[in-house]
């Protein structure tokens, strides 16, 4: 991909969410609150701290054992403060989305981060929606499988860079348009620094 992706159209993916506005990860770009985001790659976790460390409040992560035990606060404190979040352990798929749903409706929440092997299918992201949109919370699922048909308003893919950094592409967007950006980190007192690169193709 090369640089030049204009910059009017990155400014039609940053569209409002209906609680309030959306998150601001950098000048450029805005994740909507009030909505679910699916994020994958081998750097989704990378994107939710992100969005974490920039979101004011309480933030859900919410998973089994195996998924979240690797969240030790030294490893995360570049991105946020440890205090902040609040790790919850579950069972199996189905205690995750029932978590996830109910942290999503809890109106102090200001993030709410779900991991799951595959995406949620289209009856169970509805159901994540409107408890987004009922509490205002930006809802983040990280998905290590592949995604299906869902009701998310955008979806991520994130891969780290061999140079260094990351690269975010937005394949699906209901309400903007799709786009890829190369992303460097200078630590949680700054914003993201995001260079766009070619538009995408959607999903």
């Not at 929440?109 to 987004?132: K, T, W, Y």
């Not at 903007?176 to 766009?196: F, T």
Request: glycine share 12%; hydrophobic share 40%; proline share 6%.
């Amino acid at each position: 991909m090369s640089p030049g992706f204009p910059l009017s159209a990155l400014k039609a993916g940053l569209v409002p969410g209906p609680a309030g506005g959306g998150i601001q990860l950098a000048s450029c770009l805005t994740l909507a609150r009030g909505r679910v985001h699916e994020i994958m790659g081998d750097s989704a976790d990378v994107f939710a701290l992100m969005v974490a460390g920039v979101a004011d409040g309480p933030v859900y992560w919410i998973g089994s054992w195996r998924e979240i035990e690797s969240l030790s606060p030294t490893g995360i404190q570049d991105f946020l403060d440890p205090s902040r979040l609040v790790l919850t352990c579950c069972l199996n798929r189905g205690e995750t989305l029932w978590a996830a749903e109910q942290a999503l409706r809890a109106r102090s929440a200001a993030c709410v981060i779900a991991q799951l092997q595959d995406g949620p299918d289209l009856r169970e992201s509805r159901r994540l929606q409107i408890a987004a949109e009922e509490g205002g919370a930006v809802g983040l699922t990280l998905l290590r499988g592949r995604a299906g048909n869902s009701a998310a308003e955008t979806r991520w893919q994130c891969m780290a860079r061999p140079e260094g950094g990351w690269e975010w592409i937005c394949t699906k967007h209901k309400r903007g348009m799709p786009g890829a950006w190369r992303v460097s980190w200078r630590g949680k007192h700054h914003a993201p620094d995001l260079v766009p690169l070619a538009a995408t193709a959607s999903a």
